[in-house]
């Protein structure tokens, strides 16, 4: 079985790169405390965090692909628009 464990750690080191990050001071003690009361590590906290803002970037980027056929109005138009409407 440990030699098992072995193997799937290997195939994980195998898909991931080494990157090297700095934080603030108080940021990493906060990082490590949550790692530790989770029972996680730094990289896979920092690694789920990534990935979670790369979905929303996807999800901005499909959202904007979504509407790309809408017409444009800019600021002043529109806040001149409320204005004539007696809005503001």
């Known amino acids: 079985m440990t030699f098992r464990r072995q193997d799937v ?14 934080f603030e001071s108080d940021v990493h003690r906060a990082l490590r405390l949550k790692a530790a ?23 901005d980027l499909a959202a904007f692909a979504d509407r790309k056929n809408e017409k444009s109005l800019s600021f002043d138009s529109f806040v001149q628009g409320l204005k004539r409407r007696g809005r503001i």
């Open 9 to 22: 750690i290997m195939s994980n080191m195998d898909t991931q790169k080494r990157a090297t990050v700095y």
């Open 37 to 59: 009361a989770a029972d996680r590590s730094i990289s896979d906290m920092v690694n789920d965090a990534v990935k979670a803002a790369l979905a929303e970037d996807a999800d």
